[in-house]
């Protein structure tokens, strides 16, 4: 599975953002789809999941409410609406593919910049 990433920028606290990631290449093994990021001198942290199959997704308590995930119907394509961002947001974002049969996510994409100012 190849992932791409795109989207991100930079906005003022408040303000809204899109990223979206687009599968490709044997896409039927796709379980589920994350998104993650990792702030300057943090960890790696889950933002969001959605299932490849129902499209039922999830999210980290610290953006529930304010971050929407949601596949593009009929096509590879998941985007990450991030509404209210805050400065905490301001991090690498990711996005991953947990394929069938497999315990984590083995394919990423790159990563994209977003940043929240003040």
């Known amino acids: 599975v190849q992932l791409q990433a795109s989207g991100g920028g930079s906005v003022q606290a408040g303000g809204s953002l899109r990223l979206s990631c687009t599968a490709s290449?044997?896409?039927?093994?796709?379980?589920?789809l994350g998104w993650f990021r990792q702030a300057p001198g943090k960890e790696r942290e889950f933002v969001g999941s959605?299932?490849?199959?129902?499209?039922?997704?999830k999210y980290a308590d610290s953006v529930k409410g304010r971050f929407t995930l949601f596949r593009e119907k009929g096509q590879n394509m998941v985007h990450l609406q991030m509404d209210g961002l805050k400065l905490d947001d301001t991090a690498v974002y990711y996005c991953?593919?947990?394929?069938?049969?497999?315990?984590?996510?083995?394919?990423w994409g790159q990563g994209t910049q977003v940043t929240v100012s003040s």
């Open positions: 991953a593919a947990q394929t069938r049969f497999a315990s984590d996510y083995g394919s």
């Open positions: 959605i299932s490849w199959s129902d499209d039922i997704p």
């Open positions: 290449e044997r896409t039927f093994l796709i379980h589920q």
